[in-house]
């Protein structure tokens, strides 16, 4: 069966390139969000397999969100994505509980790898 995957990132073409990576390679995009608050709520109401997160969104920014997320459900997988030079956000992701992180501008092959790599 299809993985399910939450694509968050307040950039729409980000989505779209996300997206586009994802379902070519027989993922499921189970939902979309522009901002943290809306991953929050979108990751409550489809429960997806994954969400892929952009640290750097308005209104909550992904490291909030991922906190949120994870305080609702510890199990929660989740793979931060951001831009270089944001180490220091990076690693309280991961101390946050991301699985991962990808870093933009993105290469298929290293999404798709983080992806299989966290929910197979």
Same mark, same amino acid.
Do not use: H, W
């Given at each position: 069966?299809? $993985?399910?995957? /939450? +694509?968050?990132? #307040?950039?729409?073409?980000?989505? *779209?390139?996300?997206?586009?990576? @994802?379902?070519?390679?027989?993922?499921?995009?189970?939902?979309?969000?522009?901002?943290?608050?809306?991953?929050?709520?979108?990751?409550?109401?489809? $429960?997806?397999? /994954? +969400?892929?997160? #952009?640290?750097?969104?308005?209104? *909550?920014?992904?490291?909030?969100? @991922?906190?949120?997320?994870?305080?609702?459900?510890?199990?929660?997988?989740?793979?931060?994505?951001?831009?270089?030079?944001?180490?220091?956000?990076?690693?309280?992701?991961?101390?946050?509980?991301?699985?991962?992180?990808?870093?933009?501008?993105?290469?298929?092959?290293?999404?798709?790898?983080?992806?299989?790599?966290?929910?197979?």
């Amino acid at each position: 069966m299809a $993985k399910n995957i /939450l +694509v968050c990132d #307040d950039a729409a073409f980000m989505r *779209m390139m996300i997206k586009d990576i @994802l379902t070519k390679n027989g993922y499921n995009v189970a939902g979309e969000a522009e901002n943290g608050a809306k991953a929050v709520e979108k990751y409550a109401e489809l $429960k997806p397999d /994954l +969400v892929l997160m #952009d640290i750097t969104m308005p209104e *909550m920014d992904g490291i909030q969100a @991922l906190k949120a997320i994870k305080s609702s459900d510890a199990n929660a997988m989740v793979i931060m994505c951001s831009a270089m030079g944001q180490q220091a956000m990076v690693i309280e992701a991961i101390q946050s509980g991301a699985k991962d992180f990808i870093v933009k501008p993105f290469q298929a092959e290293r999404v798709l790898e983080a992806v299989k790599k966290v929910v197979g």
